[in-house]
């Protein structure tokens, strides 16, 4: 079985500052790891995705995470944080199931804040 | 712009009322899905539908239904037997088939239920 664990609830940084978003997952085979950003009352956008191909995959707006198979952890960083980063971000893992299905396993969430 | 609507973005029930929540794409995805968000924790999976006329249960479909007559629709309906329906609801949509088992599902901007 996949499953996905956010490390920290809520991350309050300094505008300019790096952000870091810790995730660790386990998986029964090959995943397919995504992050997701969520503002509020909103739908979840992409912003990058892992598919065994490069292990630091870059995403939108300066986001990237690196895939560490022997941690088993894909955290998501930002050299410099910016005020429109402040939302929920999401860790997923992709599951493929029996009978066909394929659906995703979202972690529980980190709030980032961003302080002026 | 292709993208997936949900409406209405507020709803109120009822008890003992049924409501039925839109969700409509225009990507031309075979894959549909239905997630409830309650706070602070990940989404969960209600339903999905790979195929027109075909859909499966999530992990919580108790106290709901959905239909799949159309690929570009799939409503999903609160039944009075959802004892705690109080959340956001979250529509998705994905690319399916053979050698696209890792495309990234793709959200709407949500509903949110609310008892009176």
């Known amino acids: 079985a996949q499953s996905v664990t956010q490390l920290d609830s809520h991350v309050s940084v300094s505008e300019g500052t790096p952000v870091l978003l810790r995730c660790n997952y386990s998986?029964?085979?090959?995943?397919?790891l995504f992050w997701y950003v969520q503002h509020p009352n909103k739908g979840l956008q992409l912003l990058l995705k892992?598919?065994?191909?490069?292990?630091l995959v870059k995403g939108i707006n300066g986001f990237e995470a690196e895939f560490k198979k022997s941690e088993t952890s894909f955290h998501l960083t930002k050299p410099s944080a910016h005020m429109s980063d402040a939302a929920e971000y999401f860790c997923?893992?992709?599951?493929?199931?029996?009978?066909?299905?394929?659906?995703?396993?979202f972690g529980s969430g980190t709030r980032l804040q961003v302080q002026p | 712009d292709g993208g997936i609507t949900q409406s209405p973005k507020y709803l109120f029930r009822k008890e003992g009322q049924n409501v039925t929540l839109s969700c409509e794409q225009n990507?031309?995805?075979?894959?549909m899905y239905w997630y409830r968000q309650d706070p602070g924790q990940g989404l969960r999976l209600i339903y999905y539908?790979?195929?027109?006329?075909?859909?499966q249960k999530g992990d919580i479909a108790e106290g709901y239904s959905v239909s799949r007559e159309k690929k570009e629709s799939f409503p999903l309906t609160v039944t009075s037997a959802q004892k705690n329906p109080t959340a956001f609801y979250l529509c998705?949509?994905?690319?399916?088939?053979?050698?696209?088992?890792?495309?990234?599902?793709?959200f709407g901007d949500g509903t949110r239920l609310s008892i009176l």
């Open positions: 998705a949509s994905s690319i399916e088939g053979t050698g696209r088992v890792n495309q990234p599902q793709h």
């Open positions: 998986s029964s085979y090959s995943p397919s």
């Open positions: 892992y598919t065994s191909a490069a292990t």
């Open positions: 997923v893992v992709r599951v493929v199931g029996g009978a066909g299905r394929r659906a995703l396993t």
């Open positions: 990507l031309n995805h075979d894959a």
């Open positions: 539908s790979q195929i027109v006329n075909d859909f």
